[in-house]
Every structure is written in C-alpha cells, then in structure tokens.
C-alpha cells in the first residue's frame, strides 16, 4: 500500500501543466484593457474613411523585400504585408490580442502557449492559413531567419501541430512570463509560396503575405509602393477596424537630408517627423508652412525612448578598461552643444529606460539590492554607493575643462602616456580610433567631442559611410566608436539578452554592438524576464540600469518626450492618439476634402 500511494503521488506530480480555458488576449501582468466583445481600440476613429494615398519617405536605399534575414537592406514599410500570429495594443504596457489566433490558451505557469487560428485567415492568393504555416514559418526563421529569431525564440522547445488550426509551442522553461506574448509577435509566412527556396537570400520579388497590404511596385533603391487588400481576410476584426485606411502607401527613398526636406516642402512626400532640433526651429519658415498648407505639432507620448548614445565597442582593446570609457565621456559637452545645436531642447539621458517608470532613480532600493548583491565584486563599487549623473558642464563652451582635467587623470591610472607623437600611448600603441556614422547630420554633435579628446592626446576621427556599407560593417562589429540606440518598450524581456548578453556578443548581426560579456548582467536579465509583477520587473531594470551606466558602455545622447510632426493638411487623425504610437501610418486617414485644396500643387501618388 506505501508503495502504491508513493507510485500514485509521483504520478499526481508528474501530470503535465494543462492549460486555461481560451483567452481573446495577453497581458504580460494584470489584465486586458479590452474584454471579449471589444469593437475596437481607442486610439483610433472606428468609421474612417477609406481611400486616397500617403506618401513617406526614407532615407538610404533598399535591396530587399524580405524582412526577416540578415542579409540585405530591407523596405521600408514591409512588415505591412505580413500578418503575425496576435497584435499589440498602443494605449497599454504589453497586452496582445488576436490576429491570425483567434484565442490563446497557457498554464498558469506559462510553460506552454497554444494558439487557435482564425479559420477565415488567407494568403492574398486566398489559400487558406493553417497551422502547417505557423510551424513552417517557425522553423525557417530559427534555422535560416535573422540571428534575432534565435535569440527571441530561443528558449522555445518545440512547436507542435495538434490540428489544422490548433499550434503549440513548449518551452524549455517555465515562469518566462514574455514568452507567450513574444510567440504572439510570430510573422507567419506561406510554406506553399517559399518551402524548398533559399530563404536565406535577398530578393525584389514580392513574397506573398496575408496582411492588410501588399506590394503593389518596387523600383529598387528609390521606391515601393503598397496596395491595400481590399478583401483583405481580416478587415472586419475589432483590432483592424478604423486602422488601415489608405488605399496606397509610398515610400520614396532619399540619400541627401537637406534633399528630403526641400522635397517635403515642394510636396513630394506628405508627413515627416522631424529629428533635428536645429532644423525645426530655424527651417520650418517656408511658404507652405507660412500659408498653413502644412501643419506642424510637437505631440507628447509616453514612449520609453531607451538610451541613446556613442557606443564603445569593447572588443577593441583600448575601449575595455572601464575608466578610459569613462574618461572618454568627459569630452561630450553635452550642455554647450544641447544649446548650439539643439536650442536646448533636448534632455540627458542618464538612464537605458529613459522616459519610463522602469528607470534607476537615486539609490539602489532593497529589493534592486537583494538582485546586486551576489555580483558585488562584480560590478562597479559605485552601483551601490551613488546615484548615476553622466558629465555636466555649465554650457559656456569652457566648463568642460574641468571634465577634461578628471579624464587626464582617469587615463594615467589607466596606464595611457603621452608618447613621442604627442599621443598617448600604451604596450607601444597609439590611442586613436575612429566614430563610424552614415547620417552626417551628427557631424555636428561629434567633431567637438573628437577635438576635446586631441587635448587629451587622443586622435579620433570621423568617418561618414553609405548605408549598406555601415550596416555590413555594424552586422560584423568592424567598428571602434558609433551611435547606436537601444530602443525599450514599457515590458522589456528577451530582447534584452540580444542587446546585452554574453552568448550574443560574438554572434554577428546582433544587437550586442558594445560586446558586452558580463554574469552580473546575464543574471539580472534573467530576473527581468522571471519578474511576476509590475514592481519586481520596476527593480530588475533598474538594477540592470545601474550596471550598464556604470560600466560607461555608451556616451548618453539625449532625448525628447514629444514627437515632432509635420504633415500636408489633407489628413484625418484620431481624437485620442495612442500614447505609445504615433500612428499616423495605419490610423491616420486621407481627407478628400481638405486634399482638394492642393489640386495642381502636387504631384499626385501613384
């Protein structure tokens, strides 16, 4: 009887996780905002009309239409082709609801997710969707995709066919609670259009996709244009109506900055949002704008803008000691050049969650404590002992030598000397490198950095490359010093591991760019991703927050917690905007009314 009581114990413990009952949506802590019979979002006008065209632009170039591998310069505008397996909302932290699932089911904890697939979801050559599709789409990208896939999905088992409409994914882990919502962001694509080609190469051939538009024309590197699908399968779901409203998207593709926005003046494309203080102070004068034709609007948002800033790569061996990092971020004046350049309209950052309630404020708490204590000889004595402020200056141009006299002193503990050149100079090698940029634009910004760091005896120099020929040499990380930004949502998670962990500093293509390979900082992703409520995840970013700027692995840039917008006033927008989405791509709408006005003074889209 012991016996048979034990084997019938073992056997109760042993039963798998079973799922909960069907769920319209996911939310990463909490609750839904939107329940079950939800009509629609509220960031958006539910009966905007349909019609008319917009025209965008960007910059660079493009040879490729297939947004998922390495390989390439990709669309702009792309994804708008591919429908994924849930979507998410933009006036909540991470819900998703479903897209191409019609519900979704997981345990409690979250060791499994199933996904119910719509049955009325098509391919635009009208073949049905299935779960075949889900699990081919799955695969390719983990063997073939883009190394991002790999790291995302990572922790991802195996992925199951139950029925033709009925996917299981079973991870490798449990209590990850992003990983359901993260299998929801799935890009499903059509094995009967693409099984047995080679995945893994670029293409101009449209692919076929099953989202609200496809690729109506592509002239290589200049332009593409995109068509709605007019009995696109999923037009009448609660989480499409009132988005998706022009019936032609266009993107032109610019080289020149100053060209684009001379273009946008003269009407060539129709929107821009503005990234240059200087310019929106000082170059918004032209006629269009005077006579009101173009409207112009500095729109608040609640969207985290991440850090920032001039990365080190610290696989160069001058970069790897800490305090020449940091000795090196002394020669940013950022208060004079904010003043110069930016009319003082940009903020500091001085955290890798700016502009969220996630970021390190004042003094480890005791909870962030109780995640760096283990690492404590780990991490910089300073995590613990002060709050992070980077380098200040009083904004006159002569405040920073006092910044330079501090970083003199930091890089002869490093073991830096000048030498006979005139440079510093250590083991025999001089102390030069070089900022690698392709946008001129923060030409500006850098070149007092580099003549600063001549007076430290340091040669820096600037490169400015093409767009292909940058993102080649990013992708292999042939850089000494660049901008990059780290871009944060208001739920981080796995993504994390691909902007900081170790197993990724040498995989190409990831977004490690800085190399970073640090326990401390795998261990607090970790607590990141295994947070069970809001608060917990709150102290695990901070921690990990403290870690990074105290390691100086970036020089902080800056950031604003509006958008600026301009725009030809011949559109519609919503009442509400959505505060963590501009939107004006699927929820703004083409006003024939007001467009009327421009008859004859631009070119139309075509």
């Known amino acids: ?188 694509l059509p094995k009967h259009a693409l099984d047995g080609k080679d995945f893994s190469s670029t293409t101009l051939t449209p692919v076929l996709g099953s989202g609200p538009y496809r690729i109506k024309d592509v002239d290589a590197g200049k332009r593409i244009v995109y068509e709605r699908v007019k009995d696109y399968w999923g037009k009448d779901l609660a989480i499409n109506r009132g988005r998706y409203n022009f019936d032609a998207i266009i993107y032109d593709m610019y080289r020149d900055d100053s060209v684009l926005l001379e273009a946008f003046f003269a009407g060539a494309y129709d929107v821009r949002q503005e990234n ?11 006629p269009p704008v005077k006579r009101g034709d173009i409207q112009k609007a500095q729109i608040p948002h609640k969207i985290p803008t991440g850090m920032q800033g001039f990365a080190f790569n610290t696989r160069r061996p001058m970069f790897a000691d800490r305090r020449v990092r940091e000795a090196i971020n002394q020669a940013f004046d950022f208060e004079w050049s904010n003043r110069q350049f930016a009319h003082g309209s940009y903020t500091r950052n001085d955290s890798y969650f700016e502009n969220s309630d996630l970021a390190a404020t004042g003094l480890p708490k005791a909870c962030e404590l109780a995640l760096l204590e283990p690492w404590r000889d780990q991490v910089p004595e300073e995590v613990f002992t002060t709050a992070y402020q980077p380098p200040q200056t009083d904004g006159s141009g002569r405040g920073v030598r006092k910044n330079l006299a501090y970083a003199k002193k930091l890089l002869d503990e490093a073991g830096w000397r000048v030498g006979q050149s005139g440079l510093l100079e250590k083991d025999g090698q001089v102390f030069r490198f070089e900022f690698l940029i392709y946008n001129d634009s923060f030409a500006r910004w850098i070149n007092p950095v580099i003549a600063n760091l001549k007076k430290l005896g340091i040669e820096a120099k600037l490169r400015i490359v093409d767009v292909a020929q940058y993102q080649n040499r990013m992708d292999a990380f042939d850089f000494d010093m660049t901008i990059e930004v780290f871009p944060q949502s208001q739920s981080p998670g796995n993504e994390q591991y691909d902007f900081w962990g170790s197993a990724k500093a040498d995989t190409k293509g990831s977004r490690n760019v800085i190399g970073i390979k640090s326990p401390a900082v795998d261990a607090l992703i970790k607590a990141i991703i295994g947070a069970k409520s809001r608060e917990d995840l709150a102290c695990a970013t901070a921690a990990l927050d403290r870690v990074l700027l105290w390691n100086w692995y970036v020089i902080p840039n800056w950031h604003t917690s509006f958008h600026r917008v301009a725009w030809w006033d011949k559109f519609g927008k919503p009442e509400s905007p959505a505060p963590f989405n501009l939107g004006y791509v699927d929820t703004w709408w083409y006003d024939a009314q007001k467009a009327a006005k421009f008859a004859g003074q631009q070119e139309p889209a075509k």
Request: proline content about 7%; charged content about 20%; some cysteine.
């Open 1 to 188: 009887m012991r016996f048979i009581l034990i084997l019938l114990c073992c056997l109760l413990y042993a039963q798998p996780a079973s799922a909960t009952e069907p769920a319209h949506a996911l939310a990463m802590h909490g609750q839904p905002k939107y329940v079950q019979d939800f009509t629609a979002f509220d960031y958006v006008n539910p009966d905007a009309p349909k019609g008319g065209a917009v025209t965008l632009s960007a910059r660079g170039t493009y040879d490729n239409v297939k947004p998922f591998i390495l390989k390439g310069l990709t669309a702009p505008g792309v994804t708008l082709t591919f429908d994924t397996l849930m979507t998410e909302s933009y006036d909540e932290p991470f819900t998703e609801y479903g897209l191409i699932a019609k519900s979704v089911e997981m345990p409690e904890d979250r060791s499994f997710v199933i996904f119910n697939l719509r049955k009325e979801a098509r391919w635009h050559d009208g073949k049905p969707l299935t779960a075949d599709d889900v699990v081919w789409s799955f695969n390719t990208l983990m063997k073939d995709g883009h190394p991002f896939y790999r790291a995302y999905y990572g922790h991802v088992k195996e992925a199951v066919i139950e029925n033709p409409h009925r996917v299981k994914f079973v991870f490798d882990m449990a209590d990850n609670g992003e990983l359901p919502l993260i299998m929801g962001q799935l890009p499903v």
């Open 276 to 286: 240059i203080a200087k310019a929106w102070h000082t170059q918004y004068d032209a």
